[in-house]
């Protein structure tokens, strides 16, 4: 059974700076891993998305990579923004029906 | 891309009543889910439905509890039966389309 795990489960930094966020998975036979947000009350946004074959995406000042075999995946945002507070969630897919599985996520606040 | 409207934003709601939440989508899309956000935890898939046959149901969740409705490639319903306080949660809708899935606003239940 898939497991997603990301730490750390909450993060606070300062305006300006470069941050990691971690995700890892127990099944690497993954169709492909997405990056959300949920910013409160609301739904989620799709960031990025990585499909099984490839290493890393970027968008802006958002870049995720991918590591299959070991089962990891990190979100990495650089020059952190007080908009970019938000809870961040990973999800993998697999199999035929590419059912989503969330990770527990990871509550981000940027302090201007 | 795909925008995703839901009703009601929220409810709040008495012991033993049903509540049915409505998903719309701006274009025609095969499968549709339905998932669930626990005060403070991740999203757990609850069924994904296609059109023009039974929803399909994840591990703890029956039809009798949350009958769900596909009546066409745009729209769905997902019905939240005989409610308990458990059921309270973030009830969000989400559709898959060119590899990425987009979800909703969500649904805010708050069963007392």
């Known amino acids: 059974k898939q497991e997603v795990t990301q730490i750390p489960a909450a993060l606070s930094v300062p305006e300006g700076e470069n941050l990691v966020l971690n995700c890892s998975f127990t099944?690497?036979?993954?169709?492909?891993l997405q990056w959300f947000r949920q910013d409160p009350g609301k739904g989620l946004t799709s960031l990025l998305l990585?499909?099984?074959?490839?290493r890393e995406q970027t968008s802006g000042r958002l870049n995720a990579s991918l590591d299959k075999s070991s089962g990891r995946s990190t979100l990495y945002i650089a020059a952190s923004q007080p908009g970019d507070s938000a809870t961040y969630l990973c999800a993998v897919s697999g199999g035929a029906t590419n059912k989503l599985i969330f990770g527990t996520g990871t509550l981000l606040a940027v302090q201007p | 891309s795909a925008v995703i409207s839901q009703k009601p934003s929220r409810d709040i709601c008495q012991r033993g009543t049903s509540l049915t939440i409505q998903c719309q989508v701006d274009s025609q899309v095969t499968m549709m889910f339905w998932y669930r956000q626990q005060p403070g935890q991740s999203l757990t898939l609850i069924a994904t439905a296609n059109q023009g046959s039974e929803a399909t149901y994840e591990s703890g969740f029956v039809i009798d509890k949350f009958p769900i409705s596909r009546p066409n490639l745009t729209f769905s319903t997902l019905t939240v039966s005989n409610m308990s306080p458990e059921d309270s949660s973030i009830y969000l809708c989400s559709v898959e389309a060119v590899d990425t899935q987009y979800f909703g606003p969500g649904t805010r239940l708050t069963v007392l």
């Open positions: 990585i499909q099984s074959s490839q």
């Open positions: 099944d690497s036979a993954i169709y492909n």
